[in-house]
Antibody, heavy 119, light 114 residues
């Protein structure tokens, strides 16, 4: 069974750095054509892709957040970590991690974690 | 890169069929067959329903089907059931080669089963 679980702070202050961890099981991030991505969803709004890291360390970031993002993986721990600097209230959202397969789709999603940015 | 365009809402009665469109450009939907669709019930994580335009993963009802024409992809749900009431999101990829492209989601469509 494949599972992913997001963890991190539920509340961050403006200008702080957010660090989220995705811990997964049931697959390996050293398998060809497998990736793990982050997708966020502001309350009441649409899904928005944020970042993606592949088995071969190929990394993709959404262009409008690229300067603030870093995504890394620890294959031995089955974890992917996303950091986002200079948080703003508009970054308030549920953040999901999901397995990305064959470069074509997100096939298994975590439950998501709500991050609120407020002073 | 702007979000893909979906109608804000669609509705249908039980047993009917509905189609949700997803319009992009020649740089995303029109450039490959990497369209996927996700269903999201309130308060839940998205669920993967269709990939590579018209492929259905195991466990997804055959009432769900996908297609594409030019820069527009579509999700059709036949034999509507109450449990189909949810938000639906399309996703395509843009930006270069198959392995270097980046995902792009649609704005979402709320399906109401009357």
């Amino acid at each position: 069974q494949i599972t992913l679980k997001e963890s991190g702070p539920t509340l961050v202050k403006p200008t702080q750095t957010l660090t989220l961890t995705c811990t997964f099981s049931g697959f390996s991030l050293s398998t060809s054509a497998v990736g793990v991505g982050w997708i966020r969803q502001p309350p009441g709004k649409a899904l928005e892709w944020v970042a993606l890291i592949y088995w071969n360390d190929n990394i993709r970031y959404t262009s409008f957040l690229k300067s603030r993002l870093t995504i890394t993986k620890d294959t031995s721990k089955n974890q992917v970590v996303l950091t986002m600097t200079d948080m703003d209230p508009v970054d308030t959202a549920t953040y999901y991690c999901a397995r990305h397969k064959q470069y074509t789709h997100f096939d298994v999603w975590g439950r998501g974690t709500l991050v609120t940015v407020s002073s | 890169q702007s979000a893909l365009t979906q109608p804000a809402s669609v509705s249908g009665s039980p047993g009917q069929s509905i189609t949700i469109s997803c319009t992009g450009t020649s740089s995303d939907i029109g450039s490959n067959n990497l369209v996927s669709w996700y269903q999201q019930h309130p308060g839940k994580a998205p669920k993967f329903m269709i990939y590579e335009v018209n492929k259905r993963p195991s466990g997804v009802s055959n009432r769900f089907s996908g297609s594409k024409s030019g820069n527009t992809a579509s999700l059709t749900i036949s034999g509507l059931q109450g449990e189909d009431e949810a938000d639906y999101y399309c996703c395509s990829y843009a930006g270069g080669s198959y392995v270097d492209s980046s995902p792009l989601f649609g704005g979402g469509t709320k399906l109401t089963v009357l």
